[in-house]
């Protein structure tokens, strides 16, 4: 069963066009603002604790690619198939880092206003922003995207909750503007993907 996902995530990462300009400067530049290496297929910092105040390195290996790779390749039909993925593979990542970082039982929306600053085994929207944004450019790398590209991330104030953050993806078809959100479920749950517009409403 392994080799025969090894030999798909193969033939899958092969098969897989190039897209040329697909990273917004926006991403590197919020890893720059945080002191954060970029990404590689092999090696990942991981925010955690609130504001990147706990960072842990994290190998990533051939079998990590090649489950990446099935999984995102149910995604391949159409843009709507591949946000569905990319939720998917980002619930199998946050689980793949959870004993490592120490976030297996981290909760929803986690926020200063219920206790919670401060604690490694938690994500603030700014962790889950550069988190997210570290596994996309590691799907981009690997060649994983075929009908997005990485957008810029974005903010929305919410006076009950304060200033959030959010990582994006666009449709490069349709110039939509999607969202890619795990702050407000559980570890492991799939994240909000939302359109833009939908996001900043406060959903």
């Keep these: 069963m392994r080799y025969s996902v090894v030999v798909l995530a193969a033939l899958w990462i092969a098969a897989a ?15 720059r603002e945080w002191s954060l290496a970029s990404p590689t297929p092999y090696r990942v910092v991981i925010c955690h604790g609130f504001g990147c105040a706990f960072r842990t390195e994290i190998g990533l290996t051939r079998a990590d690619h090649a489950q990446m790779a099935a999984i995102m390749t149910s995604g ?4 709507q198939a591949e946000r569905a993925a990319i939720g998917r593979t980002e ?26 600053a401060g604690n490694r085994g938690q994500f603030d929207c700014i962790d889950t922003t550069n988190n ?14 075929r009908h997005h590209t990485i957008a810029a991330p974005v903010s929305r104030f ?9 990582a994006m993806i666009k449709d490069h078809k349709t110039n939509e503007l999607w969202t890619v959100d795990p702050w407000t479920h559980k ?10 517009a939908k996001w900043k409403g406060g959903e």
Excluded: Q
């Design 91 to 116: 619930a199998w990542f946050e689980r793949r880092i959870a004993p490592l970082t120490g976030t297996t039982t981290r909760v929803a929306r986690a926020g200063p206003l219920i206790g919670l």
């Design 187 to 196: 570890g492991s749950e799939v994240p909000d993907i939302f359109p833009l």
């Design 158 to 166: 919410l006076f009950t909750e304060g200033p959030h953050n959010t």
């Design 76 to 79: 391949s039909a159409s843009a």
């Design 17 to 31: 066009p190039a897209l040329a300009g697909e990273v917004d400067p926006g991403v590197t530049a919020m890893l």
């Design 132 to 145: 997210t944004n570290a596994l996309l450019l590691i799907l981009n790398e690997l060649k994983l995207l």
